[in-house]
């Protein structure tokens, strides 16, 4: 086995080693040619410094037949520059690597298109070369503060006395609003497993399982179709705790984007205390559940979050009713009796999370009665027998006991689309599928062949 690179210095560190030799690695982003000196702009996955290879250096002709993206190991001494060779416009610009020794480690071809070009490429071509497009400052930057924002969401529970727990990928299907994907099983011929639209039934029995705050930063699936703000496949911060009231929710949620905001973006301008409206005053008002309710609608860096609460818990749908939300979502207290007579009427114990226009969370308090479930099932045209197939580990695991229970999911897609000024969510996710729900990189979704589809017990109709 090789030794380890104990002696690596990041690009971003070498400000700090000022007069000392250090081990570089990583892609030539630029390569300029001035005759007697050559620079190259060194590029790792942290930062950027220039490196100087001048007569002297036995490298210099080397350097000269660099091709751009190719991946080099390059020694020298760090010195300051002074003057007008100062760039102020990277972190690494006070300094550059007067270079000792060079050596190619894998020589790139050329590239399909120009890795730091931020128009006139085509979607597919990106999506294609995702891994060259991540190469790109900004959506490196995306992707980085991405992570800085889950990390701060995770310490912030974590903090909270908040578990978190993984529930599983390959599950039952789930009501929630949209279509499922489906996975054949081929020890069960005919059965298939879904893909979770959600965690939601999940969260809800580890409350009954004595969790009392849980989290996740879960992936899901809806087959829906796809816009700037949705993709096949998302993330959320799945969250849940009980013993609570919807006030404990919103201020857990406003705290937490208050403190992430402050925190990772202290140049945004933020609206606080988030405002609250219902879904009534919303509606009558903005004409819309989602309002945006900046004051200078285009200025990026305003971030006005508010709630939306009450929504009604039942929606029309062809004079049938079908949830608003999702069927555990808990009726007002208050309204409960109107179910039997007027339930159109009735209002839920929801609430959306809304950021400049966009819904960035929802969530509700959840029913924990068995037969308050039982009777939103009846209200939706679930009859007894449909229930306790599809729902009745619900149904029997809140007669042990379930305590009220309540919580939300915010969308770390969207929301960090939003906070780095991006028009779409697929810059900020790192392998995202096209409009069409492809990936043409992975050329998927891909055909079955016969050995495949025979194994699982499946014939395909020709449309």
Known sequence: MGKPNQDRTF??????????????????????????????????????????FDTKN????????????????????????????????????????????????????TPPFEIDQDKGVEEELRLKYRYLDLRHDRIHRNLLMRHQVVNFIRNFLNERK??????????????????????????????????????????????VAGFERYYQIARCMRDEDSRGDRQPEFTQLDLEMSFVAEEDVLQLTEELMTQL???????KKLTKPF????????????????????????????????????????AKDGGKLTSEHHPFTAPK????????????KVLSTSYDLVLNGYEVGSGSLRIHDSALQQKIFMILGI????????????????KYGAPPHGGIAPGIDRLVMLLQNEPNIREVIAFPKTDKARDPMMDSPKTADAATLKELGLDLIKK
């Open 162 to 207: 908040f578990v978190e727990i993984e529930t599983p990928i390959l599950t039952a299907p789930t009501p929630e609003g949209a279509r499922d994907y489906v996975v054949p099983s081929r020890k069960y011929p005919g059965s298939f497993y879904a893909l979770p639209q959600s965690p939601q039934q999940y969260k809800q029995l580890l409350m």
């Open 58 to 109: 036995p490298a210099r002709e080397t350097a000269e037949g660099l091709k751009i993206e190719s991946v080099v190991r390059i020694t020298g001494q760090v010195v300051e520059r002074g003057g007008k060779a100062v760039n102020e416009k990277i972190p690494t610009g006070k300094v550059e690597v007067q270079a000792t020794g060079l050596e190619v480690l894998t020589e790139a071809e």
């Open 261 to 267: 905001v402050e925190t990772l973006y202290p140049d």
């Open 333 to 344: 207290p208050d309204q409960i009796k109107l179910l039997d007579k007027k339930p159109e």
């Open 11 to 52: 690009t971003a560190d070498t400000p700090q080693k000022v007069g000392e030799s250090v081990n570089l690695y990583g892609w030539v982003h630029a390569k300029r040619n001035m005759g007697q000196i050559v620079f190259v702009d060194l590029r790792d996955g942290f930062g950027l410094v220039q490196v100087v």
């Open 383 to 398: 009859d007894a027998k449909t229930a306790e197939a599809k729902f009745g580990h619900m149904l029997t695991a809140f």
């Open 275 to 314: 405002p609250r409206l219902t879904y009534a005053e919303a509606q009558a008002k903005y004409k819309s559940d989602k309002p945006d309710l900046r004051k200078d609608k285009t200025n990026k860096d305003e971030l006005a979050f508010c709630f939306i609460t009450d929504f009604p818990l039942f």
